[in-house]
Structure formats: C-alpha cells, structure tokens
C-alpha cells in the first residue's frame, strides 16, 4: 500500500485578501483526494508562529492557497525553496 502523502495548504496571509484565502483553503482541503492527508496551515497577518507548525508538520509538498502579496509574488515560493520544501505551481 502506498503511503498518502501530506499537503500542507497554506492560507491566510498578510495579504487584504486573507478571508478569500482562507475560504480558498477550506474549499482545497475539503476537495482533496483521499489518497493525501490535508494539513491546514494558517498564516496569520502579522507572526511567523505558523513556520513551526509547517516545519513540524513534516508535510511533502505544499499547495499554496493564497491570494494577493505574499501569496502570488513569489515570497512564500522564495521561503519553501530555501526551506527545501516542495510547492504546486
């Protein structure tokens, strides 16, 4: 049996559009497929605390369901990268 990988989604932000993206989260997490579990990792608007819960998570690939700056400019993309963590385009 193969093991089900872990999708971390990553919503929120520091973005005007943070209650968009958390509903966009909400919406990829209830849609996902049942061979992946789903992590719900919320980006507050103003602390980096969510960093650890992503590190701790120990997730396989990111799906970034985020909206506007942060989400759509390349930064999170730019953080995962050094991080070494994989992310959907």
């Known amino acids: 049996m193969r093991k089900k990988l872990r999708v971390a989604v990553l919503m929120g932000g520091r973005s005007p559009e943070y209650e968009i993206s958390l509903i966009s989260g909400k919406e990829v997490l209830a849609n996902l497929p049942k061979k992946y579990i789903g992590i719900p990792i919320v980006i507050p608007k103003n ?24 989400g759509e400019d390349g930064k999170i993309q730019g953080m995962l990268d050094t991080l070494g963590i994989k992310y959907t385009f």
């Open 47 to 70: 602390d980096n605390k969510w960093l650890n819960n992503l590190l701790e998570a120990k997730v396989d690939i990111c799906f970034i369901a985020m909206h506007g700056p942060f």
